[in-house]
């Protein structure tokens, strides 16, 4: 699919960016509203947990549904589609009457989005076939999804303040549209030049490996560890892993060629992701906890405060793409992502609720810094690990390692105490065990940047390519 002109081809990576950002938000921004919700829907505490986490969920398992589905019928077709449910479901939650409607529209939600991160990602490989070009558009891409990470909470907080919780789910409308619009207009149709069989029985054993890990991480704590609701999925999950490996590898047409994780730096890729993305919604969890039950600001102004994270993601995405495109590679983004997240964690572990706004508003620009520089490496990895006829399947890998990531930051930080421990001195004390965690992840994402850059493992990337 040659795209001619540069002019067109940033149109078309506008189109993606623009989708990817609502996707993004929706991840963040429900955070800031949780009160609200729960006040004027009457919801439960478990009611609200899975207002966030059934999204997550749903669209997680279905990342790798929707990359292969897309290279197969049409990745424009695919991404209209996706478009079309997102929006549809966002205008449900803005009007649902009740929680359990909105949880079930914040599904619908979820499928549609799931048919937008790896399907834009395809769509960008396909559009920018030079490699360095291609690395500074996914630098720009990487940026718009960081960005939209750490704008959720000021949005969401600005929104709730002015308007109303169902205001953070209707302002994706009119973004849907104009989307669904332009890329009906300007985004050419692709797919694999030799269709694939179909995989339903590898498509389903993917879907229960990661419903059922992502369900047992977020119940876990809260119904114990060693309930048989959690063990069973625990069980179900890693049998459906232990079946899916072998018959994989017996099938012609295989839903993801699992020769590609012999290659260091694809499978580092999927680890840094996972760690990466822990550590942000892990960072979101404490400073959103923190900034609102201890130091009693309110939403709005919490949100604002992290406006220094939300900065540098945007700078640090479009710069680190740039590095990676050029001749310095993957290393340096890698090595500055582990060390400003890992850093930016390390200066919240004495919090207290006198700690200087000055320290903390640092802290979060440090973090930021890392965490904008950490993504555009993680998805040029996956999508240059694997040939063009699986772009869509190779990004699905990086965005359900993401998901997976986030899922696993809120349940890992949540179960060490954190929301359980009152308020005040006792919140800000009981939050450090939370930093430490957050700070092990950048200090996993170094360690990983350091070891996938090797020539050794670069030499692996090559006989896999």
Known sequence: MPVTTARRRRLILAICCMSLFIVGLDNTIVNVALPSIRTDLHASVSALQWTIDGYTLVLASLLMLSGSTADRVGRARVFTIGLTLFGIGSIACGLAPSVGVLIACRVVQAVGGSMLNPVAMSIIRETFDDPRERARAIGVWAGVVGLSFGLGPVLGGLLVDTVSWRAIFLVNVPVAVAAIVLTRRFVPESRAARPRRLDPVGQLLVLVALAGLTTAVIEGPRTGWGSPVILGCLAASAVAVAVLVPYEHRRRDPLIELAAFRSVPFSSATLIAISAFLGMSGFLFLTTLYLQDVRGLSPLVAGLCLL??????????????????????????????????????????????????????????????????????????????????????????????????????????????????????????????????????????????????????????????
């Open 308 to 465: 220094p994270t939300a900065v540098m993601v945007a700078v640090g995405g479009p710069l680190s793409g740039r590095i990676v495109g050029g001749r310095r590679g993957a290393r340096p983004p890698l090595v500055v992502g582990g060390l400003g997240i890992g850093l930016g964690a390390l200066m919240l572990t004495g919090v207290t609720p006198t700690t200087s706004m000055a320290w903390l508003l640092l802290a979060f620009a440090v973090f930021g810094v890392g965490f904008g520089v950490v993504n555009p490496p993680i998805t040029n990895a996956a999508v240059a690990g694997l040939p063009a006829a699986q772009a869509g399947v190779a990004a699905a890998v990086a965005s359900t390692s993401r998901q997976v990531g986030a899922s696993l930051g809120v349940a890992i930080v949540g179960s060490a105490g954190v929301a359980a421990s009152g308020t005040g001195a006792q919140l800000a004390a009981a939050s450090h065990v939370g930093w430490w965690i957050v700070a092990a992840a950048g200090a996993l994402v170094l360690v990983l940047g350091v070891v996938a850059t090797t020539p050794r493992a670069l030499a692996t990337a090559r006989r896999v390519a």
